[in-house]
C-alpha cells in the first residue's frame, strides 16, 4: 500500500521536544524527498523542513532553524523530525509529504503524496 504514516506527535510545553517520526511504504523511498509540513490554525500549510535532493540537502524554514532537526533512517524507511526547544507558534497539525520523483530543490518540493497528519500542542 502506497502510503506515508506519522506518529510520535502530542502534547509538549514549551522548551520541550518532541520527536516525530514518518514512516513510507509502496514507493522507491530512497528516491523520494520526503519532508514536513506545518499547518497552524488560520494559516497557510508551509513547509518546515525537507531532503531538497537525493545527495541529501535538507531545507529549514528560517523559524525553526537551529531548533528542529530532519534525518532519516533508510532501513527502516522512515523520516524524523526532532523538535527541541519548542515555542507555541509550533503548535498545529504537521504533515509528512513526498515527492517520490526525485530532484534537486532550493525549497521543500510539492508533495504528490502525503500522509494524514498528526497534531502537535504546545501548552505549559
Known amino acids: 500500500q502506497v502510503q506515508l504514516v506519522e506518529s510520535g506527535g502530542g502534547s509538549v510545553q514549551p522548551g520541550g521536544s518532541l520527536r516525530l517520526s514518518c514512516t513510507a511504504s509502496?514507493?522507491?523511498?530512497?528516491?523520494?524527498?520526503i519532508g514536513w509540513f506545518h499547518k497552524a490554525p488560520g494559516k497557510e500549510r508551509e513547509g518546515v523542513s525537507c531532503?531538497?535532493?537525493?545527495?541529501?540537502?535538507?531545507y529549514y524554514k528560517n523559524r525553526v532553524k537551529g531548533r528542529f532537526t530532519i534525518s532519516r533512517d533508510d532501513s527502516r524507511k522512515t523520516i524524523y523530525l526532532q523538535m527541541d526547544d519548542v515555542k507555541p507558534e509550533d503548535a498545529g497539525n504537521y504533515l509528512c509529504?513526498?515527492?517520490?520523483?526525485?530532484?534537486?530543490?532550493?525549497?521543500?518540493?510539492?508533495?504528490?503524496?502525503w500522509g494524514q497528519g498528526i497534531q502537535v500542542t504546545v501548552a505549559a
Open positions: 509529504g513526498a515527492h517520490r520523483d526525485g530532484g534537486s530543490f532550493f525549497y521543500c518540493p510539492l508533495p504528490d503524496l
Open positions: 509502496g514507493f522507491d523511498f530512497e528516491r523520494a524527498l
Open positions: 531532503f531538497t535532493s537525493n545527495s541529501g540537502n535538507t
